[in-house]
């Protein structure tokens, strides 16, 4: 199965690869990417993935888009597995019912790391971050799954390249509050990029108790928040 190919919502930058888009965020005819086509579910999926937990049915569907010649099936779990483990609920999303005659329920989106619904969607998008990095920072693709055992700064440092022919990127956004601590939250733990998050003058105090500067040991302004 060939990985899905991405174009801009806009209508350019047609064919491209997952890596190409999650690394760079938006085309450059300033739309989203969007895939290229919708993948048909498998036959019986209902029955066959009712009960599969939210990691093992993440693993499904990102399989449907995701070839493993451009992430390698054992590689997707992990990322997965990673990306999940900082939830406070099992679930991680709670389905939990409200009415059982009216077939009321409520999906919890608030068990991530800060609280945001956002986190469901950025934890892993984090991951796959390092993951492609790692990769175009190694030498040797063949050195990398016995590599990735280690840490991935000790990757970068021991084997990886070094100053201006080492690949990184900074992240700029703009928040409301709950978003932008959400993406400050996921990139704490790296030290390959940089992160500028803009915020208007219209926050609540609340939303600005959202927020807090963070600095990764050894990199100060890692991730910056601007007023």
Known sequence: MASQKYLSAR???????????????????????????????????????????????????????ISPSEIPADDLIEIITKSYAT???P??????????????????????????????ALQFLGNLFEYFLVRRNHVSDRELPTARKRSTESILRVQGKEGKDRHH?????????????????????????????????????????????HTAPGRPGNALSWC
């Open 169 to 213: 990127f900074t992240v700029t956004g703009a928040s409301s509050g709950d978003t932008g601590s959400a993406v400050m939250e996921l990139f704490m733990p790296f030290t390959w990029g940089n992160l500028l998050i803009i915020r208007g003058d219209m926050w609540t105090q609340r939303q600005k108790r959202h927020f807090r500067l």
């Open 91 to 120: 679930e991680i999303t709670l389905l939990v019912e409200l009415n059982s005659d009216k077939h009321l329920y409520l999906l919890e989106l608030f068990h991530g790391p800060t609280f945001a619904f956002t986190d469901c």
């Open 11 to 65: 209508g350019g930058s047609v064919s491209l690869s997952l890596e190409h888009v999650v690394l760079k965020g938006l085309a450059n005819d300033g739309g989203l990417f969007i895939p290229l086509e919708i993948p048909e579910l498998p036959a019986a999926w209902e029955s066959d993935w009712c009960s599969l937990s939210f990691q093992e049915l993440a693993f499904r569907i990102f399989s449907l888009y």
């Open 87 to 89: 939830f406070r609920h």
